[in-house]
């Protein structure tokens, strides 16, 4: 059974740090796992993936720098650092699992997790 279940969103003010967990059951390393996010009346947006060889991809221009990726094989949960948020980074945030490689399109992950809210507000 696959599931995707991520954690960590919640408020906090411009300028702060939050981290988002993707923990991963059913899947084998050979998965990609990308950050994705969707705001209010936008489109879901590719943020940043982690392909199963260890490959990063930044999609987001506008985070760049300032959100990191990475995955805890053992652990099989990937994370999303964010630091400096500002308020434009508010959206729901989603984790979605593909083989084998990393894709910005939505439309190619077969699986995703419930998401999870962060916004960022003073």
């Known amino acids: 059974q696959f599931q995707l279940v991520e954690s960590g969103g919640g408020l906090v003010q411009p300028g702060g740090s939050l981290r988002l967990s993707c923990a991963a059951s059913?899947?084998?390393?050979?998965?990609?796992i990308g950050w994705f996010r969707q705001a209010p009346g936008k489109e879901r947006e590719g943020v940043s993936c982690?392909?199963?060889?260890?490959?990063?991809?930044v999609y987001a221009d506008s985070v760049r720098g300032r959100f990191t990726i990475t995955r805890d094989n053992a652990k099989n949960t990937v994370y999303l650092q964010m630091n400096s948020l500002k308020p434009e980074d508010t959206a729901v945030y989603y984790c979605?699992?593909?083989?084998?490689?990393?894709?910005?399109?939505?439309?190619?992950?077969?699986?995703w997790g419930q998401g999870t809210q962060v916004t960022v507000s003073s």
């Open positions: 982690f392909s199963s060889s260890g490959l990063v991809t």
């Open positions: 059913g899947f084998t390393l050979n998965y990609a």
């Open positions: 979605a699992a593909r083989r084998p490689y990393c894709s910005r399109s939505v439309s190619d992950y077969n699986y």
